[in-house]
């Protein structure tokens, strides 16, 4: 951690206004000997303030009515673009903005993935929604300068037995990971608690893509992996805000992405995927997820 070493009674580097040695100075003797110890530890502007998760939060609010909408309006027979439609003006009626829309060229305001798409489906309304289909729909939200960003899966009519297992694992792994999320973890602690898991039920993981800090902007550091070990990676802290959002693969975990769009991600062997994914802050002792 490279920072200017602050005087105990000077004002904390986190805006609290209270003399440094009262407020941050312990947490940063800390963070410090881990840092000495070799690991990787958040720099200050990684940890959100107080006002800035209530932002995040808020923005959450709007994030999650739009993931709740979807799920009473979803069915067969609808195209993915209505549902960029439903993303695109409920975002815009509340006041915010689709963040994926224009982001680095993504044409549209949601992500819709089905089946073998592992991630980032583009919707058109061409691809209609069938009886059986998986579908991941990832939302991600800018509300006041705050963004949020969460995924749900939803189960189209009759979903096969092994389909819908692989679904209610990659919800699992949600679970798993968040039962490592606490100051003083690692992000590989939560990283290897959720590969795990998939792959104690015959599943894998998608390496090359992962979570991401996020709030201030949609991707922030760190790059968070899910198949990474027990005490690597960056160290938990508390106002540390991240993505937890697994790709769980019921085959093998190689990807490959549509060189004709240059976005859809796809399992190579063609079998199916499914993704959740929450937002969450580290707090004092565990964390809050923000879009629940
Ligand atoms: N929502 C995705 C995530 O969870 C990012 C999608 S990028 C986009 O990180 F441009 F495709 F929207
Ligand atoms: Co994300």
């Known amino acids: 951690m490279t920072m200017k070493k602050l005087g105990r009674n000077d004002s904390c580097w986190c805006g609290s206004g209270r003399k440094y040695k ?31 998760i209530e932002g995040i939060r808020q923005s959450s609010k709007l994030n999650i009515a739009i993931l709740d909408e979807i799920e009473k309006q979803i069915h067969i027979g609808m195209s993915t673009e209505e549902i960029d439609r439903l993303v695109y003006d409920m975002t815009k009626e509340m006041g915010g903005i689709p963040a994926p829309l224009g982001y680095e060229g993504f044409p549209k305001s949601v992500c819709t993935s089905i089946n073998e798409v592992v991630c980032h489906g583009i919707p058109c309304k061409e691809r209609l929604l069938k009886d059986g289909d998986i579908v991941n ?25 092994e389909t819908q297992k692989l679904v209610k694992v990659a919800k699992e792994c949600i679970d798993v990971g968040l039962e490592q999320v606490k100051p003083w973890n690692f992000l590989g602690d939560m990283a290897q608690a959720i590969n795990d898991h998939a792959k104690a039920n015959g599943y894998s993981i998608v390496r090359e893509i992962g979570g991401h800090g996020v709030g201030l902007e949609f991707h922030e550091e760190p790059f968070v992996s899910y198949v990474t070990s027990k005490g690597t990676e960056m160290l938990m802290v508390p106002g540390m805000v991240f993505t ?10 190689d990807i490959y992405i549509d060189d004709q769009d240059g976005w859809t991600v796809y399992t190579d062997d063609g079998k199916p995927s499914a993704q959740w994914e929450v937002t969450l802050v580290v707090t004092e002792d565990g964390y809050e997820i923000l879009t629940y």
């Open 22 to 52: 009262a407020c941050h100075m312990i947490f940063d003797e800390k963070i410090e000997h881990y840092a000495l110890e070799g690991h990787i530890v958040p720099r200050h502007d990684l940890l959100k303030t107080p006002e800035q």
């Open 137 to 161: 729909v990832d939302v991600s939200t800018i509300y006041q300068g705050y963004f949020s960003d969460s995924s749900r899966m939803f189960m189209l009519g009759n979903v096969d037995s």
């Open 244 to 253: 937890i959002e697994p790709m769980v693969n019921m085959g093998k975990a």
